[in-house]
Structure formats: C-alpha cells, structure tokens
C-alpha cells in the first residue's frame, strides 16, 4: 500500500487482526498506534482513545 504525502497527516489507516489469545489488535500502518480490544465494538473505541492520547489537539488528523 502507498500513502502519499497529502493523505499522510490528514488520515490514520489501521491494520485489524484477530488475536491468537482472542479479542482483536489495531495497529496504524502510519503511526506509532496500536491497542487491543475483546470486540470489534471495544476496538473502534479504543482506537479513537488511542489516537487522542497520541496527538496534541491541534495535531489530531481530522
């Protein structure tokens, strides 16, 4: 997969996966993110946590 310049501030792309002991692991294929959840549900929102916590406010892609 290519990002290109103009995608790479604007959007996060994440890599989902089951996990061998269970649940699901997100992991951002263009930044340091990753979180684990149980659900699918779960990891939607831990995802969104996890990218707030690894932005400034005025940094977070939109």
């Known amino acids: 997969m290519i990002i290109t310049e103009k995608h790479k ?4 792309i994440f890599l989902l996966e089951e996990a061998n002991e269970g ?10 993110i ?3 959840a149980d659900t699918l549900k779960d990891l939607r929102d831990m995802v969104r946590d996890a990218v707030i916590c690894h932005f400034d406010d005025e940094d977070i892609p939109s």
């Open 9 to 12: 501030d604007s959007e996060i």
């Open 23 to 32: 649940g699901y692991i997100a992991r951002s294929i263009t930044h340091s």
């Open 34 to 36: 990753y979180t684990q």
